[in-house]
């Protein structure tokens, strides 16, 4: 069988960073291709290249076996690519039906036929099960209806080539079942679907083929019912589960919590669509890792003990009292401090200089009525620069011109400033070149032993057993493991995520 749609050894490299080195995927007509990989894998840089978004440097795209350049998403929709993302990419204002069909409404006569346009969309959503008022707007109706027309919108659109970027996040288990026998439906109809998804459950309930990316480079291509779960892990994260790793990290008793007071404490902790019945222990002046997929929760998990998310039950306690966080400056008041995963999007200030970044948190801490002076400022700037050894030539540089490492030392600088009680690092060392990494690894390390207390985020097993005391494994937004004294290595927190992953 011939592909309907070929990238051949794509290359895309963006300032400083080779986003897709030689990555190929082939699309068969009737198939359902799983795209898989964590974080930075690649896969949206990938997607945004074979539907127009984004122009690639070298490699090729065959469609029906004619190359093309797409230099944007119209130019591939009209071949018959067609994207529908996680954030649903619609006009709320509008109604459905004009939703369904922007950009090739009926006409007669010249003008758009809304009639037919209606009869059309009724007669598409019929097919998802939907039964709604096509000319209502969107608006009116649940992001998870919503995100089902965006994917209606594919089909109405004739697509050859569809892309469902975590098409199930927002459905509920009876709107995942209709999406799959919609799937079915179209792979009848020689549609080839690409899934992007994090739930490998449904990977394996819908898809017939894998592709796996890792650090921007292709990892391999496996028919589904040929590749274990096991092994699917294995090709994300890079690591056998056979494999033996010899650790030199902290030394560990059996039980880490009994020796000192528990600084941090969440009981049954649950967040809308983030984590489920979740309790863990932190005790002070240790370290503990949260491991797992992309998708598992361990993000989330971050994010709720900073107030960034609301409980829905459960209650988290701080130095044994409860903790009510109604945002992140209730958190800094308490002493928690959070370096986030996207650093360019929610860490750095990208025009502000290294000092204004560094003095940021102290600053809201202590209000803005009580302003640091500028030599106060000048000397904590300093102070960090040379604590950290961040490679600038003075503090005034602004920080969007670092590099990715030093911009992290920054942030962390931001959050040492205020010496927290409770430091959470959420994919410290991601996006930053091998010496950079080595060097926050060591700076993590010497936190630790200085005592302070610290929650990590990380998908780089090897760092996350390096450092931590206790390293929890969370699977489907739950956790499902804690592993300490002589199970805490790289091979068994590897099998605790396999297992029935």
Same mark, same amino acid.
């Given at each position: ?119 059309? @969309? ?24 919503? =995100? ?24 509920? @288990? ?84 009994? @020796? ?6 969440? =009981? ?126 003075? @503090? ?106």
């Amino acid at each position: 069988m011939n592909s309907v749609l070929a990238l051949n050894a794509i290359c895309k490299q963006y300032p400083g960073v080779k986003a897709l080195q030689d990555v190929s995927l082939n699309l068969y007509p009737g198939e359902v291709h799983a795209l898989l990989g964590e974080n930075g894998a690649g896969k949206s840089t990938l997607v945004k290249i074979m539907t127009g978004a984004e122009t690639k440097n070298s490699g090729s795209i065959l469609f029906d076996g004619k190359e093309y350049e797409f230099c944007s998403p119209i130019e591939a929709q009209r071949v018959g690519i067609v994207s529908v993302y996680q954030e649903v990419n619609l006009l709320p204002n509008l109604t459905v039906a004009q939703n369904l069909f922007l950009g090739h409404e009926p006409r007669k006569l010249g003008l758009i036929n809304h009639s037919e346009m209606a009869k059309q @969309a009724k007669a598409v959503l019929a097919q998802f099960k939907l039964d709604i008022d096509v000319n209502a707007p969107l608006a009116q109706y649940s992001v998870a209806v919503q =995100q089902l027309v965006a994917i209606a919108r594919g089909v109405a659109m004739s697509a050859k080539v569809l892309v469902l970027d975590e098409p199930t996040a927002s459905l509920d @288990a009876d709107e995942v079942k209709t999406l799959f026998s919609i799937l079915e439906q179209l792979k009848a109809r020689g549609v080839a679907i690409v899934f992007i998804t994090h739930f490998l459950d449904q990977v394996y309930a819908v898809s017939d083929r894998i592709t796996v990316l890792r650090n921007g480079q292709f990892v391999g291509e496996y028919e589904t019912k040929q590749l274990p779960q096991a092994k699917l892990v294995e090709a994300m994260l890079g690591r056998a589960l056979e494999d033996h790793l010899q650790m030199d990290g902290v030394e560990r008793t059996a039980d880490e919590d009994s @020796a000192q007071a528990v600084l941090l404490s969440l =009981q049954g902790v649950s967040v809308k669509d983030s984590i489920q019945s979740l309790s863990l222990t932190l005790a002070e002046g240790k370290a503990v890792g949260l491991a797992g997929l992309l998708g598992s929760g361990r993000s989330e998990v971050c994010n709720a003990v900073f107030g960034l998310d609301q409980l829905n039950s459960g209650q988290i306690q701080l130095k044994g009292k409860p903790l009510k966080l109604t945002n992140p400056a209730d958190a800094i008041q308490e002493g928690i401090a959070l370096c986030p995963e996207d650093r360019k999007v929610d860490g750095i200030i990208g025009p502000l200089s290294i000092r204004e970044n560094i003095i940021l948190a102290l600053q809201a801490r202590l209000g803005w009525w009580r302003g640091l002076s500028r030599a106060k400022q000048d000397e904590l700037a300093q102070f960090f620069i040379d604590k950290l050894q961040i490679a600038t030539p003075d @503090a005034d540089k602004p920080i969007e011109q670092l590099s990715g490492g030093n911009q992290q030392k920054v942030i962390l600088a931001r959050w040492l400033a205020i010496e927290p009680i409770l430091l959470i690092l959420d994919e410290p060392t991601r996006g930053i070149d091998i010496g950079a990494h080595a060097e926050i690894i060591k700076l993590i390390r010497s936190l630790c032993d200085d005592g302070m207390s610290l929650l990590v985020a990380s998908s780089e097993l090897d760092e996350l057993v390096a450092f931590s005391n206790k390293v929890v494994v969370m699977r489907d937004r739950s956790a499902v493991k804690e592993l300490t004294g002589n199970e805490l290595t790289s091979q068994h927190v590897m099998q605790a995520i396999a297992e029935g992953a």
